[in-house]
């Protein structure tokens, strides 16, 4: 009963911002937890970051930490994902997912802890 929605990708330079939305239907989205992953041409799918249902807990990969910040907005049952400083190798489809349990540190990571994924949005940074 869930569908989950990404905007907001898009080609940018090196160094600048953007900000992905995730849009969800369903009566259970805020009780869930969410996360994004990403997926470069060649790579496997890989964790970017995961927020709690009330957004007061959050994971980051480490190769995001400090650059791109995970939030929610339950009343619109929407998650977003503020990507700054955005560097070449930020290049992939971006999708979010919702997971199957509630939050956990090591859960969040891992893309068998999701259950609903979205159709991805192309993020292309350039140098």
């Known amino acids: 009963q869930v569908q989950l929605v990404e905007s907001g990708g898009g080609l940018v330079q090196a160094g600048t911002s953007l900000r992905l939305s995730c849009a969800a239907s369903g009566r259970t989205f805020s009780s869930d937890a969410m996360g994004w992953f990403r997926q470069a041409p060649g790579k496997e799918r890989e964790f970017v970051a995961a927020i709690s249902w009330s957004g007061g807990r959050t994971n980051y990969a480490d190769s995001v930490k400090g650059r791109f910040t995970i939030s929610r907005d339950n009343a619109l049952n929407t998650v977003y994902l503020q990507m700054n400083s955005l560097i070449p190798e930020d290049t992939a489809v971006y999708y979010c997912?919702?997971?199957?349990?509630?939050?956990?540190?090591?859960?969040?990571?891992?893309?068998?802890?999701?259950?609903?994924w979205g159709q991805g949005t192309q993020v292309t940074v350039s140098s």
């Open positions: 997912a919702r997971a199957k349990t509630p939050f956990s540190l090591d859960g969040s990571t891992s893309s068998t802890s999701y259950d609903y």
